[in-house]
């Protein structure tokens, strides 16, 4: 999955990059900028990365988007009809699984626990949630 | 001047994300997306304005002021929605990184008993319910619950989702 990533990175990057260059300059007096191309050149990049993100998720509905899809189908719906919608095997179970078979958590004597590379990915994300004034919702 | 556009780019990404680090923390953390709109589409106009008016004071001319401050608006939406969508998103949402740093919060350990009692089908669902109630996506009448707006920014993806999937069945 990150090979794909990685491939359209560059594969956008250098299709964006090649416009760019020639665009970028002020219009009244041709000026080139070539430091706001390159930064316009990461930055439509990394966002075509970051919407080729519901690919790796495709056939696989959110839990916002199975609510609403459901209210849509039928006009009103309970608590108890919304809770039915789903599973919690798919919702919680295997999420778990996903993290033990990517090597963030392992399981020892039925308890979880964060392995050295799980540690440094939980630091990052309570260093990044400090700094950004959030907290984790799930 | 092409520095100084990029030092000004910089500047408005500082201060959006010092806005946030300190409005993050008082506001009811349902609206946060709804905040998160605001942010970016005020923020957009804001710098464009902002900027066309340092460029028009500092001397530039009015079409390269106009073309100056689009870009830097551009570029400014530009970096908060990849944010938005790489790093917000999943800390706002996931279920994955909700699990993974309830685990991470107990240095001892958590078994899964423990594991579902705070964190289960019932607290997932409710968040989310609690969450489009706050947005206004939809409406609680009673014990009935029911679709607000045909279209939604959580719709918009459900909609591209099935467009992927349209497209590699």
Known sequence: MIGVYVFGFFVHSWLIFSHVSILLVFPADTTPLPFMSVLYFFLMSAFICALYQPIAFAGAQTPAAIILTALEKKPKLTKQNIFSLFNEKLLIHKRIEDLIQVGILKAADGTFELTAKGKAVYFLIVLSTKFLGVTVGG | ?169
């Open chain 2, 1 to 169: 001047m092409d520095i100084f556009l990029v030092s000004l780019f910089l500047l408005y990404l500082i201060f959006y994300f010092g806005v946030q680090s300190l409005l993050f923390r008082t506001i009811d953390r349902y609206a946060s997306v709804l905040w998160q709109m605001k942010l970016l589409i005020g923020g957009g106009t804001l710098s464009f304005l902002l900027t066309f008016l340092i460029l028009v004071l500092d001397g530039w001319s009015f079409l390269n002021s106009i073309f100056g401050s689009s870009l830097i608006s551009f570029l400014y939406s530009l970096s908060i929605s990849i944010y938005l969508l790489s790093v917000y998103s999943y800390i706002e949402s996931s279920i994955t990184v909700k699990i993974f740093t309830l685990v991470g919060e107990k240095t001892e350990g958590i078994s899964r008993r423990q594991l579902l009692k705070v964190y289960n089908l019932r607290v997932i669902v409710k968040r989310r319910i609690r969450r489009f109630l706050v947005q206004g996506e939809i409406t609680q009448k009673g014990k009935w619950y029911a679709r607000v707006s045909g279209t939604s920014i959580f719709s918009v993806r459900e909609r591209l989702n099935k467009l992927i999937l349209f497209f590699f069945p």
